[in-house]
Nanobody, 129 residues
């Protein structure tokens, strides 16, 4: 069974940085895509960034381009989301998810067009002064 465990959330001031971690197990990472999603109170869950584990191809939502970076540590089966220049609008619960697929799937995953995703429990990110 896939297991994904997020960590690294917390309270940060506007303009600050956080790095989220997603530890993945029970997944064939060679043929998977891993994504970060977020859900703010009263809003629908949305895709933030997704990465192909086979070749590292990334996809970013327009609202995080230039601020967030997704990268993986294959030895540790972990995917990270480096978040810089955080804004109050980034406040949300951040989830990671896994799905079978190659580089072709990262856009569809981040646009919530894939079904059958395996989800982590989420980590809270609060951006406030």
């Amino acid at each position: 069974q896939p297991q994904l465990v997020e960590s690294g959330g917390g309270l940060v001031q506007p303009g600050g940085s956080l790095t989220l971690s997603c530890a993945v197990s029970g997944v064939n990472l060679d043929h998977s895509v891993i994504g970060w999603f977020r859900q703010a109170p009263g809003k629908e869950r949305e895709g933030v960034s997704c990465v192909s584990m086979s070749d590292g191809s990334p996809y970013y939502a327009d609202f995080v381009k230039g601020r967030f970076t997704i990268f993986r540590d294959d030895a540790r089966n972990t995917v990270f989301l480096q978040m810089n220049n955080l804004e109050p609008e980034d406040t949300a619960v951040y989830y990671c998810a896994a799905e079978k697929g190659g580089p072709w799937a990262i856009r569809a995953m981040c646009r919530m067009q894939l079904s059958g995703l395996s989800w982590g429990q989420g980590t809270q990110v609060t951006v406030s002064s």
